[in-house]
């Protein structure tokens, strides 16, 4: 018995395989590509982290010095490692007051370095520096350190994790209304 005495020609029974063939290769590869696009939304429902981190204990930070500290971001892969691990610098003031810097410096993101002989964050990328409040103190970047939220709960210091303000946020925008000279 042929296939043409079914009633099926070698030439469709042949286009036919093909067709599924390509419909199995097809498939296979929108896999990864419909992956990729719905990320968001999985790891969105996945993470349901809270974004408020421990530093650790307010005694770990005496008062008058600056100090760095390290947290494991929230949302992380089980193939990111060591590199969900982020630094950043407290500054603590007295009693209560606080400051949580970003180790970034606001120039090109180097990470900065805290020299408290002269009481100054240091790039050594480009050469800026920053005062000890963070403000900008010289060099190529235009602007402070980044700055985290930051809260007191329970004797221990939390920050809020994720992203940071950057110089394009309305909060950070200062319109000069003292007239030109």
């Known amino acids: ?19 599924a063939a390509n419909v199995l ?18 790891r969105g429902r996945r993470s349901g982290y809270s974004r408020w981190l421990t530093l650790g204990p307010l005694s770990q930070f005496p ?7 390290t947290y494991r971001y929230p949302s992380v892969d089980p193939s990111d490692g ?10 603590h003031i ?14 090109l993101g180097c990470p900065v370095r805290w020299f408290p002989q002269s009481g ?27 700055t985290y939220n930051h ?3 329970n004797g221990q210091l939390m920050i809020e994790a ?6 394009g946020d309305a909060a950070l925008i200062k319109i000069s209304k003292a007239p030109c000279a």
């Not at 008062?63 to 500290?69: D, K, M, S």
């Not at 920053?130 to 402070?144: H, K, N, V």
Request: proline share 7%.
């Open 94 to 107: 007295d009693g209560e007051k606080f400051q949580v810097f970003a180790i970034n410096c606001a120039h």
């Open 1 to 19: 018995m042929t296939v043409e005495q079914n009633g099926l020609s070698r030439r469709t029974a042949l286009m036919k395989i093909a067709i």
């Open 162 to 167: 994720g992203p940071l303000s950057t110089p």
């Open 82 to 91: 060591q590199t969900a691990d982020t630094a950043c610098w407290v500054r």
């Open 120 to 146: 100054l964050f240091m790039c050594p990328c480009h050469g800026g520096a920053y005062y000890e409040d963070g403000s900008r103190a010289s060099g190529p970047p235009e602007r402070g350190l980044f």
């Open 151 to 153: 809260r007191i709960e």
């Open 25 to 42: 290769v097809g498939a296979f590869l929108a896999i990864p590509i419909v992956g990729y696009l719905m990320s968001p939304i999985i």
């Open 63 to 69: 008062a008058g010095q600056t100090r760095l500290a």
